[in-house]
């Protein structure tokens, strides 16, 4: 009855107030008329030219144009990011190509019609200040990544090293300057002004660029690592007091005026770590977790930064070292810093930067070096650039007692410039210090430095080996029977844990179990690093102990992950690889129902590898691009493991189609022997049966059962927990559409 009153009380509702609302609008319409008589209305246009004169008021409104133009930035940004990432190079490297892309160097030359109707020249202005906020909240979160901590315990050896790679371009550049001053330079611009911005220019190194490549190379918990990002971190923070000093010098005109802002920045400074920064640190220790950073407490370090921020752009220094400097401050507590940079790093970094790089790129007019003469002084820059912080940083750190192959790394990496140098040329920039020549010339040379620090160090190990990574790979080379298993996610790390443990259970032969766990490299940071890797292998740890299984574990940041697991097993003397197979995001959407193809749809991936002539377009098989890359690229036996919910597997069907499917039989017999559970061989095509050497191997385990069982029913596959299968024989059972495929147990598919 509750149900009916309900049902009637809603029915009547919605039919009087509906009643209400025509009758209101009825009478209104009338007064409507009676308005329209006492005057003349223009007369109107049609309906459709009523909707294009709004369609093109709504289209070129300065939010529309401003909303498209971030839209088209990071989908360009991102598959320029993503080239890169294809040819182990930073992403930042292709969003600043995205940059010059968009410009006039490349889409203004050769559609300058697209490029006016999405860079109106009235609109750069609001494209500039967002892109000025994004760097602000990137150079913050710059601030916070640098761990202070590490930089005093290590500061002798990083100052010395540090400091010889800031001091020997900034002298190389302000020769350099003494050179193009008189053909390049402005004619208001003072000698002094242009000679400072040049040699910081040569001399700046790019911390987070530098941070991700050490990830990256798994040199994080390495003493090369801990010195170079020590060395990079020390850097930054010179070279930023550095342009400090050089910004309020060539605002002011001359050395002598600069001290009053000199000496207002130095009692900024004072006050940030005197005062400041105590008062954060009480608040960071006592609201360091979820739970009590509550919206108010984060409004009290956000104000500190705007606040930071606002002052150094008032004092004459540029706000983007205030938000720095307020990065810097935050209290240490690692847990808080990690909360804060997950807060503001993504939008920093994936929603406004992007918009910094398409501003630099429209500004860099790669046109204007138009002659052979422009192209050597190019030449000339990027080659200063690369002697003098490559030859500073390594002879340095040769000085202070490092290795001829760690000093040359250092120095390769102290070179990379990045980001940080494109933020030292705008500034250049906007101040009038550099011509659009020069500022192109050094957004040039810039992406040159960074792009040559990959091959540079690759370059450096294989001329120069690390003769422990030698001996390490000897020691490990005579193992009986190594197995890898490379994990996403917990749950599915477990899973694979398990099944390599019914490969080793009860071999009295030597073997060893390593977890591999890769993040996407651009997602973490120094202090998520440590978070990550605890929280991805405690579970696994907790099961091997269970297991009484010893197993590594194998942490790394990696730029691209399917490359990395193919590289580490290729390279790490493994018997066999184990990975889960994922599932598209489409598979089961209307999306892909729709177009047939669930998780075969068009990925950046698979046009990548269209592109490059090694896959279809429209691939039919039934792996995703992760597996179809370890696939090919795998030099040892893969097995890609399809968990079904398998706890323990006591019944394993095994199911021969064919000859090339004979290798299978070792896999079985390993797992009977070792894990005491029942093998079935399903010989389809007999090729055991009419095979006497086969018939005798399988005979030899008693836990193996041959038929010539063809087609498997519901019930029997019921009893079954693991379907152990050939990937050829895979790809049969799946184009042709097995009737009992739905019904399958887990399933562990051998890649030769």
């Not at 300058?112 to 892109?131: C, H, I, K, R």
């Not at 005109?253 to 920045?265: D, E, K, N």
């Not at 597997?649 to 039989?665: K, N, R, T």
Request: aromatic letters at 10%.
């Amino acid at each position: 009855m509750r149900k009916y009153r309900n049902f009637l009380f809603y029915v009547v509702t919605i039919v009087v107030f509906s009643f209400l609302i025509v009758y209101i609008i009825g009478k209104g319409q009338l007064l409507e008329k009676r308005k329209a008589a006492s005057f003349n209305p223009p007369i109107a246009a049609s309906t459709w030219e009523q909707f294009k004169e709004t369609y093109i008021h709504n289209l070129t409104h300065p939010l529309a144009i401003l909303l498209f133009q971030i839209i088209t930035i990071i989908l360009v940004a991102r598959a320029f990011g993503y080239l890169c990432k294809k040819i182990r190079q930073p992403t930042v490297i292709g969003e600043i190509f995205a940059g010059i892309f968009l410009g006039p160097s490349f889409l203004g030359h050769w559609w300058p019609e697209v490029s006016g109707f999405l860079f109106p020249a009235n609109s750069l202005g609001n494209l500039q200040f967002l892109s000025q906020i994004g760097l602000i909240l990137f150079m913050f979160v710059i601030g916070l990544e640098l761990d202070l901590n590490v930089l005093r315990n290590k500061a002798k050896d990083a100052i010395v090293v540090s400091h010889a790679s800031i001091i020997f371009p900034f002298m190389l550049g302000t020769l350099l300057s003494y050179y193009l001053y008189s053909r390049f330079a402005p004619d208001n611009i003072p000698f002094l002004a242009f000679a400072l911005f040049t040699g910081i220019a040569m001399s700046i190194t790019a911390f987070p660029v530098l941070a991700r490549i050490v990830q990256e190379r798994g040199l994080s918990k390495t003493k090369l690592g801990a010195i170079v990002i020590t060395c990079a971190a020390a850097d930054d923070i010179t070279a930023w007091c550095i342009l400090a000093v050089v910004i309020a010098i060539v605002k002011a005109g001359s050395l002598v005026s600069s001290l009053y802002t000199v000496l207002m920045a130095l009692a900024y400074v004072i006050c940030m770590l005197k005062l400041v920064q105590p008062f954060l640190k009480r608040l960071g220790d006592k609201y360091a977790s979820k739970e009590t950073l509550s919206k108010p407490v984060v409004a009290v370090f956000f104000i500190t930064l705007l606040l930071s921020s606002f002052l150094t752009e008032v004092i004459g220094i540029h706000a983007l070292f205030g938000a720095f400097m307020a990065g810097a401050i935050m209290p240490a507590n690692a847990s808080f810093r990690s909360l804060f940079i997950g807060k503001v790093e993504d939008v920093a970094v994936v929603l406004l930067l992007p918009l910094f790089f398409v501003f630099t790129g429209l500004r860099t007019q790669i046109g204007l070096l138009n002659n052979g003469n422009l192209w050597l002084v190019c030449l000339l820059i990027i080659a200063v650039a690369v002697a003098g912080k490559f030859a500073g940083g390594a002879l340095a750190a040769r000085f202070v007692g490092q290795s001829w192959r760690d000093s040359l790394s250092i120095g390769a990496l102290m070179n990379t410039r990045g980001l940080m140098e494109l933020v030292v040329l705008n500034i250049g920039y906007d101040l009038g210090v550099l011509t659009p020549e020069v500022f192109a010339m050094m957004v040039l040379m810039a992406l040159a430095t960074t792009f040559m620090t990959g091959p540079a160090l690759d370059l450096i190990n294989r001329f120069t080996p690390d003769p422990t990574a030698i001996t390490k790979a000897e020691e490990t080379a005579g193992a009986a029977y190594r197995i890898l298993i490379s994990f996403r996610i917990p749950a599915k790390g477990l899973a694979l844990l398990r099944l390599a443990n019914m490969f080793v259970k009860s071999s009295v032969s030597p073997s060893r179990i390593t977890a591999l766990h890769l993040s996407p490299s651009t997602e973490i940071n120094q202090y998520t690093q440590q978070e990550y890797e605890t929280a991805s292998f405690a579970p696994i740890l907790r099961e091997a102990k269970l297991l009484d299984l010893p197993v590594t574990t194998l942490y790394k940041p990696a730029l691209d992950v399917p490359e990395e697991i193919v590289h580490t097993a290729n390279n790490g003397h493994f018997d066999l690889l184990l990975v889960g197979v994922g599932s598209s995001v489409y598979e089961g959407t209307l999306l892909g129902r729709i177009l047939g193809v669930t998780n075969k749809i068009i990925s950046p991936d698979l046009l990548y590898d269209t592109i490059t002539g090694r896959e279809k377009l429209f691939d039919t098989s039934s792996f995703d691009e992760q597996v179809r890359y370890i696939t090919r690229g795998a030099a040892i036996p893969v097995g890609f493991f399809i968990d079904k919910g398998m706890t323990a597997a006591g019944h394993i069907l095994l199911p021969v189609y064919s000859e090339a499917d004979v290798f299978m039989l070792d896999y079985a017999i390993r797992l009977a022997q070792n894990s005491e559970v029942r093998v079935t061989v399903a010989d389809n095509a007999g090729v055991i049966k009419n095979n006497e050497t086969l018939t005798a191997k399988t005979a030899m385990a008693a836990n193996i059962r041959v038929n010539g069982q063809r087609d498997f029913d519901s019930s029997f596959l019921a009893g079954q927990q693991l379907l152990l299968v050939s990937i050829d024989s895979w790809r049969t059972i799946v184009e042709e559409g097995s009737s009992w495929l739905p019904d399958t147990p887990s399933v562990l598919i051998i890649k030769p």
